[in-house]
């Protein structure tokens, strides 16, 4: 029988957010390949986007939301809670905003992107950062639940969990001005997370019994999420295969995957990771002499660049520790708190 590990396991849940960044770089390390190699068949592409795109980040989300469960706003701390979140989400998203436009503009792109244009990703965010203020959002409205029923923390969160899953479908996705739309994508994992730890002495034992069930399912509705993909009637972040897909997988992972301690030393750094391992891929590009070359050097440099950066960041710069979510020098084993609860 697959033993079901503990949630209060830190290293185990590095490792699931080490999984996570993995996939997040491989993806963006498949997808920059082709467009710098000048590939024209898109197959591998196609296939690296749509075969976890249902999972990607919504295991993001639901890591985060977990975590969260474990260190909730604490009686009268909103107003930090949200003051301090703000400042490590969404400060280092204007920062590294910035940076990237800057490094494209001076890399010889196309259409500059000038200062209304900068101004403009303050509203609209800007490529793959629009994670952040969307899981900001999720944070708040979360707090919020928290604060207002501090002793029906479970109940609260089984409403917000089937209220989100309703709202997966509500035109609310398709506000697009400050990542809200994403935010009501991503909250049904969110609080799936919230509700796995908050639930765990009931979930636990049942799924460690019912894993077979689990990962026939996960099967079945993986197979309907690709079809419907690949056939052009789902975009994988709209559909009730892709939220079913999002929920079982992700919960899964985040019950049953196992500690590995390569994978847990990279989910230390994943927000550092999320912010700037776009800018390590761009060099993969100029070094690399095919597709597999590109991609593989690419996924290297990907994981361990921004890495590099944290560490010489907070060993020799620690003020500076604010523009990636960690205003402070932290212990190796921790992850930045920047996606974590408790403000």
Known sequence: MIAAGSLSDRERINSVRGLACLLLVAFHSVTSATEAMGH???TLSLIAEQAFLSIRMPLFSMIAGCIYAMHPVAPGGYARFVRKK??????PCIFTTIILILAKNMLGRRAPCDTDCMLGHLVLPYEHLWFLPAIFCVFVAAAALDVLFPQQRRRATLIALAATCLLFFS??????AYAIGNAFYLAPFFFGGAAIYLFRDEITPRMARGWPWLLAATIIVYAINFTLMARGMSSGRDSLAAL??????????????????????IGVYSFTIYLYHFVFLSLANRVGFDLFSV???????GLAGPILVEVAMMRFAPALGFL???????????PSLALSGGG
């Open 86 to 91: 703000g400042w490590r989400i969404l400060v």
């Open 171 to 176: 035109p609310l996705r398709q506000i697009q």
């Open 324 to 334: 990636i979510g960690q205003p402070r020098r932290r212990p190796r084993s921790e």
């Open 295 to 301: 991609t593989a050097i690419g996924i290297v440099l």
């Open 40 to 42: 024209g068949d898109r």
């Open 244 to 265: 079913a897909l999002g929920l079982l997988a992700c919960g899964g992972l985040l019950i049953f995957f196992p500690r590995i301690r390569l994978l847990a030393r």
